[in-house]
């Protein structure tokens, strides 16, 4: 499995940003890809997670209502649009994928050990 994210990068405090995740390898569409962050010397904090399949998606509190997820399955692209950001938004954006294992349990919430595959990390600064 390899995830390819992309996108990130510096926005003013309020202003709106859009991360993608495009998977491949996984053996079957029954899997499910949630994003990450990750401030320094913390653990990764899972912020929301959707099912490819079935289209089920969670959000953690911290950014539900701010962030939001989508899938495009005819691209296998997962992508998260971020508006409305804080400074506190600023750290390190991941995405990962999981396969079938833990069902949807995987995204409630999302861990970080529940997820085998992550695409490389993509910075996010917003300023106040």
């Known amino acids: 499995v390899q995830l390819q994210a992309s996108g990130g990068g510096s926005v003013q405090a309020g202003g709106s940003l859009s991360l993608s995740c495009a998977a491949s390898?996984?053996?079957?569409?029954?899997?499910?890809i949630a994003w990450f962050r990750q401030y320094p010397g913390k653990e990764r904090e899972g912020l929301t997670c959707?099912?490819?399949?079935?289209?089920?998606?969670y959000y953690s509190e911290s950014v539900k209502g701010r962030f939001t997820i989508a899938s495009d399955n005819a691209k296998n692209t997962v992508y998260l649009q971020m508006n409305s950001l804080k400074a506190e938004d600023t750290a390190t954006y991941y995405c990962?994928?999981?396969?079938?294992?833990?069902?949807?349990?995987?995204?409630?919430?999302?861990?970080?050990?529940?997820?085998?595959?992550w695409g490389q990390g993509t910075q996010v600064t917003v300023s106040s």
């Open positions: 990962a994928g999981e396969g079938p294992r833990l069902k949807e349990r995987v995204c409630q919430p999302s861990h970080p050990a529940d997820f085998t595959s």
């Open positions: 390898g996984f053996s079957s569409d029954d899997y499910f």
């Open positions: 959707i099912g490819r399949s079935d289209g089920n998606i």
